[in-house]
């Protein structure tokens, strides 16, 4: 493809993309040997571009004929707002390994819940342990019968209730201990 058919192209996939309403800001820009400033290499222009990028990819391959990729609604959808509080289990109260208990939360995002038994691993970091009740009601205030898996005992347990899924919202219990 020649240098010109090259610059036209870009050119014309810029001005279909602006057309269609995304953002793309192309810099077309000849290299000249004769500047004495480095740029690309001779005989080959340089595009900058900026924008979103999937918007304007969908736009670019529409302009050139082939489909434009449909937009995914959840790369778009906003996070949940609101917010959870943990209100039981008790702190002080110690556990069995593979024993069951409840855990009650208040919540304002109207989002399903899961809730999950964490650990400390120290230095203010913990970890996902187990998933211990999933799906857990979306109302303003809700109740899971959660059952502990087999795990070392400790002092350093806790739970966390977050939104199903993504967990965007999330609370922590209290830490509790578990023994066997």
Same mark, same amino acid.
């Given at each position: =493809?020649?240098?010109?058919?090259? =610059? ?29 400033k ?7 222009? =340089? ?13 670019? %391959? ?16 906003s ?18 390994? #593979? ?6 939360w208040? #919540? ?25 009740? %999933?799906?857990?009601g ?23 209730v ?5 967990g965007?919202?999330r ?10």
């Open positions: =493809m020649s240098r010109a058919t090259s =610059m036209a192209t870009n050119l014309a996939v810029a001005v279909a993309t602006t057309a269609v309403g995304c953002m793309l800001v192309i810099s077309l820009a000849p290299s000249r040997q004769d500047t004495g480095s740029g690309p290499a001779a005989g080959r222009a =340089m595009a900058a571009t900026a924008g979103h990028a999937g918007s304007a990819a969908r736009a670019a %391959t529409s302009a050139l004929g082939a489909p434009a990729a449909s937009a995914d609604p959840e790369e778009f959808a996070p949940p707002t609101g917010r959870i509080e943990v209100t039981a289990p008790e702190p002080g109260v110690d556990y069995k390994a #593979n024993g069951s208990f409840v855990v009650t208040n #919540n304002s995002t109207g989002e399903e819940v899961d809730v999950w038994l964490r650990t400390a691993t120290g230095h203010g970091e913990s970890e996902r342990v187990a998933l211990v009740a %999933t799906g857990a979306a109302g303003p205030s809700g109740e899971a019968l959660v059952t502990l898996p087999r795990v070392p005992p400790g002092k350093r347990y806790f739970l966390e977050a939104t199903a899924g993504d965007a919202v609370a922590f219990s209290r830490t509790f201990a578990i023994t066997n």
